[in-house]
C-alpha cells in the first residue's frame, strides 16, 4: 500500500487506554485498526486471556496484509483466583509483546484485554509501564479491558471509559455471532 503519506508516522507514540464495564473498548480498537490499516499503517493487536477461536476479527484481519491478530491466550475462561499456568501464560504474551513493539515492524499496537490481566494481578502496572517506556519512538500504543488500574491511567494520553447503559445481555440475549464475536 502507497498512500502513507511521509509524515503520518512522526505523529504517532501516544498511549490510549479503551476501559470500564460497557460494550465497545475491543470494538473501539478494531475501529481504529480499520482506520490505521487504510493510511497503509503496519497494525499488530496481541490478544492476552482470549483463545485462538474463531472471532470475526481474526477472519477480517487474514484479509488485510498490514494488520495481523495474535490470540495468545488459553483455551478456557480464566477464573478469578488465577492459577500458575495462566500467570504464566500472561507473563508469556507480555514477553511476546515486547518483542514485537522493539522490533519496530509495527506503527501501531493493541493489547487487548492487558487491563483485566493486570485487574486479575497477572501482570504488574509497573512491568507493563517500564516495557512501554523503553519503546521504539513513533509506535501507537492502545490497551483494552475492564478495570485499568489507575497507574495506567495515570500514565496514559487518552483514556475513555465505556459505561454500560443497557445491554441485551440483561434482558437474556446472548452472544451473537458477528456482533460479539
Ligand atoms: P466488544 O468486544 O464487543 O467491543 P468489550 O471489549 O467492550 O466488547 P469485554 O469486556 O471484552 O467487552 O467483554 C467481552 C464480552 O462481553 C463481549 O462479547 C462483549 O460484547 C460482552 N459485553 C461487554 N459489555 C457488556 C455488558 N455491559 N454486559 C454484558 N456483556 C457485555
Ligand atoms: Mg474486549
Redo the contacts with the bound molecule.
Keep these: 500500500m502507497s498512500c502513507i503519506s511521509p509524515d503520518i508516522k512522526s505523529e504517532l507514540g501516544l498511549v490510549q487506554v479503551y476501559t470500564g ?8 480498537a478494531l475501529g481504529l485498526a480499520f482506520r490505521a490499516a487504510g493510511r497503509g499503517l503496519e497494525i499488530l493487536m496481541i490478544q492476552f486471556l482470549k483463545p485462538p477461536a474463531n472471532y470475526g476479527e481474526h477472519i477480517s484481519a487474514e484479509k488485510v496484509p498490514n494488520f495481523t491478530i495474535l490470540p495468545l491466550g488459553l483455551d478456557h475462561m480464566l477464573s478469578k483466583v488465577p492459577r500458575d499456568i495462566d500467570i504464566k501464560i500472561a507473563r508469556e504474551t507480555l514477553q511476546r509483546a515486547k518483542e514485537e513493539i522493539y522490533s519496530g515492524k509495527y506503527d501501531l499496537v493493541i493489547l487487548d ?1 492487558i487491563n483485566v490481566a493486570m485487574d486479575w494481578k497477572l501482570l504488574s502496572p509497573d512491568e507493563v509501564i517500564g516495557m512501554l517506556k523503553g519503546r521504539p519512538k513513533n509506535i501507537e500504543i492502545v490497551l ?3 478495570g485499568a488500574p489507575n497507574e495506567i491511567v495515570e500514565y496514559a494520553d487518552l483514556v475513555t471509559e ?1 459505561v ?1 447503559v443497557k ?1 441485551p ?1 440483561d434482558k437474556g440475549t446472548g ?1 451473537r455471532e458477528g456482533i ?2
Design positions: 464495564n460497557g460494550k465497545g473498548k475491543t470494538t473501539a484485554e483494552t479491558g475492564r465505556m454500560p445491554h445481555f452472544a460479539e464475536y
